[in-house]
């Protein structure tokens, strides 16, 4: 009879044991199902989300046929106005000064396309066009009207200065004669000597005339 009992108590703990295994894979399958189920939604939801090919090249390339088609549009348009200003630029190189002159659009320019201008305005650069003015820019390898350039004109010392196209001009010839100066000071005048400022062109002629 114990025996009985004994056997009794092994089946049902047996029985217990393959209950709760059984139990325990139920549930790792229900949520493996589970998890599957929601990467193939999100994958889905992914799919859904992506941006067509045909959008896709339409951002590639009409959007910039577009915008080329406006510049295009714009560029053809474009006239001068009565209105506008012009604003010459002129940087001379030696010195480093920049000398700016704005004038009103002569009427003869007043019509005419960026192309048409710029044929009328040789030498010069376009820096920038809007609706009110047009830069121009031109660099000239000379010093600018504000130096004075103390050289020689026939036997005597003379002082030349640029205009703003960058061409020396006589300005001044003095009454020192050259002969009556050393051979280094003749050599110096023949390359020519600049004064920044009026004054110091007088304090240079001064030192010669002693």
């Given at each position: ?9 092994k ?31 999100f994958?889905?939801i ?6 067509p ?25 474009f ?5 506008h200003?012009?604003n010459y ?17 002569p ?21 920038g ?13 000379t ?19 640029y ?6 001009i006589?300005?001044?010839k ?35 005339s002693?």
């Amino acid at each position: 009879m114990f025996e009985d009992k004994r056997k009794g108590k092994k089946k049902f703990i047996v029985f217990i044991m393959g209950l709760m295994l059984f139990i325990a894979f139920s549930i790792s399958y229900y949520i493996n199902m589970g998890t599957e189920n929601e990467a193939n939604s999100f994958n889905k939801i992914n799919e859904n989300l992506k941006v067509p090919e045909s959008l896709k090249n339409f951002t590639k390339v009409d959007v910039d046929n577009v915008i080329n088609a406006n510049e295009i549009a714009i560029e053809e348009d474009f006239v001068l106005n009565e209105h506008h200003k012009i604003n010459y630029v002129t940087s001379f190189t030696i010195c480093g000064h920049k000398i700016e002159k704005t004038i009103n659009l002569p009427p003869a320019f007043t019509g005419l396309s960026e192309e048409e201008f710029m044929k009328n305005n040789t030498g010069w650069s376009l820096a920038g066009i809007d609706e009110d003015f047009i830069t121009l820019t031109k660099d000239i390898e000379t010093y600018c009207p504000r130096h004075f350039i103390i050289g020689i004109e026939g036997e005597y010392i003379a002082i030349y200065v640029y205009n703003d196209n960058g061409e020396k001009i006589l300005k001044e010839k003095t009454d020192i004669i050259i002969d009556t100066l050393t051979p280094e000071d003749q050599i110096m005048l023949q390359s020519g000597i600049v004064a920044d400022t009026e004054d110091d062109m007088e304090q240079k002629l001064e030192g010669f005339s002693n």
